[in-house]
Each structure stands twice: as C-alpha cells, then as structure tokens.
C-alpha cells in the first residue's frame, strides 16, 4: 500500500484510535501524515476555479485560447501559466486530435473494443474519469466509476493527487457491489494504463477497452455527468475541507442516482434504468455511498 493511501486511511477525527495509535498500526511516520505540500497562491486557486468553470462550457479551448477568454474577464496571466494550471486540473481540449491522452511510457495500451458495438444492457461496458474539483482554500480530484448504459455512477473516490491509488479503489468497490462488467473503457491516462489498474480488471476476468482517438465522443456521458455535478453541486457552494465535500457528493450522487430524471430513459432515474434489467447476483438498490 502506497504511502499516500495510507495517508488518506488515518480519521482524526477516530472516537477510539488517536493518529498516534493509527499510524503506528499503518506504519507511517506522522510527520508524513501531517506533512502539507506546498499549494498554489490563492491567485491561482481563482484562477483555477475561473478555468474550470469556463471548461465546463468551453471544453474545446486549450490553453491559447484559455488565456485569451481570461483576459477578456480581466485576468491578465500568460499562457505557460495557464497551460500548467491546466495540465495540473487534467484538463485537455476536446477536440479531435490524435493521442489526446498520453499514457505513461512504460504502461501497456489496450485495444479499443466498443467500434460499432451496440451497448444495450447493464454491466455491459463500464467507464472511468478524473475530474478536479475547486473547493474555497483548494482543490481534490474526483473519480467515479459509470455505467454505460445506465448512466449510474457506480462508485467515486477522492483524492489530493492524481494517482493510482484512489482510481484502483473506486473500481475494486464498483466491482464489489455490482459485480463485473464485459468491457471496462478508459482513455489512456497513466492512472488507467498503470499496471495496477489494469490487474484489478485482469483478475476479475474484464475486458479491458481504452480510447486514443476516440475519446472526445466517447466520454461524452461522464464529461456531462461532471458539468451536471459541477452546476448543481459545486459551484453552488463554498466547501472548505474535504469532509464537506464528500458530505456534499454523497448527497448529489445519491440523488443523480435514485432522484434525477434523465431525459434519455424518459424521465427514469438511472439507477432504476440499471436494476430494471439488473444483472444477475447484483442486490436491489445496490448503491453504496461511502467516500474514502
């Protein structure tokens, strides 16, 4: 277990264990645990909120054209500044380019599967996304696991840095509570081609589908789901610390899950859409909300 999971498994807020006693138990050195990186200014945490918002609606601009739009709203910044702030939110244009995400080096590609594919039922394809999310003295990174064809969000998980560790958690949870689908889509992110990710789906006998190419179409689904989020949870308040925050995705997944009409099912609710032709051995309403 990496060191910055075992970071994010200390609760200081524990009724029985002190962090003393926990990361003893985790063998972690405490002044790892409360070791704070160094953040961005607050001028560029606005920044950063600005860039996401604009992304939100403006998801084909790079960083040129980034720059540009914010100077227009009065921030007078340079492009190399907003191209790293950029890169460090995961943000890309979505525009059709080759290799629009870069896997690491060293990471196997896996072939793409779904071309011409008709995706018809539940735990049929599966699909995965980091999104940054801005909060009032920060930012965490947030993945979440879908179903295709549902649209439900099968797990999520937060995280302080874009590694694999969180990505492998959603997924070992998604495929606890839901079983295991044919195909698992991902782009080729570092996170999604690293060894570790790839053996959690190898292991459970999952097909493994990853877009170059094709990316910008085919995570149109989770790239509305985060818009939805962001509009209707985010940016709607001001969250200081990451318990706030995970209070506040619980609720809204919830509610995107069992209380949200989508327009595509004609008003279902996606969670109803994926037990209504529920794959066998799943429970009913399997819909777990635990965060970390």
């Not at 720059?67 to 460090?88: A, H, P, S, W």
């Not at 295709?148 to 969000?153: M, Y």
């Not at 995970?246 to 994926?274: C, I, Q, S």
Request: glycine letters at 6%.
């Amino acid at each position: 277990m990496s060191c910055g999971r075992r970071r994010e498994i200390v609760d200081n807020e524990h009724p029985n264990l002190s962090v003393r006693r926990q990361c003893k138990v985790l063998q972690l050195q405490r002044s790892t645990y409360y070791y704070k990186p160094i953040g961005e200014s607050s001028l560029n945490l606005e920044l950063m909120r600005k860039i996401d918002e604009l992304f939100m609606e403006l998801p084909f601009f790079g960083s040129r054209q980034m720059r540009n739009i914010l100077q227009d709203t009065g921030y007078f910044v340079g492009r190399e500044r907003v191209r790293r702030l950029m890169r460090k939110m995961g943000l890309m244009a979505v525009y059709q380019k080759p290799r629009t995400s870069q896997p690491h080096p060293g990471h196997k590609v896996y072939p793409y599967l779904l071309r011409n594919i008709p995706i018809t039922k539940p735990n049929q394809v599966w699909c995965t996304d980091i999104t940054y999310i801005p909060m009032k003295r920060g930012f965490l990174y947030l993945v979440a696991i879908m179903d295709w064809h549902s649209r439900a969000v099968l797990s999520w998980r937060l995280s302080n840095t874009m590694d694999t560790d969180f990505c492998v958690a959603a997924l070992e949870e998604a495929i606890s509570c839901y079983g295991v689908p044919e195909i698992f889509n991902t782009d080729q992110g570092s996170q999604f081609t690293s060894y570790e990710f790839t053996k959690t789906l190898r292991d459970a006998g999952i097909r493994i589908s990853m877009d170059g190419r094709g990316r910008w179409m085919d995570n149109v689904m989770i790239e509305r789901l985060w818009r939805s989020l962001k509009y209707e949870c985010v940016y709607l308040h001001e969250l200081s610390t990451g318990s706030e925050l995970r209070e506040a995705l619980a609720w809204w997944f919830d509610f995107y899950n069992n209380r949200r009409p989508h327009f595509t099912f004609d008003g279902m609710k996606p969670m109803d859409v994926y037990q209504s032709s529920k794959p066998e051995g799943v429970p009913p309403l399997a819909w777990s909300q635990k965060a970390a």
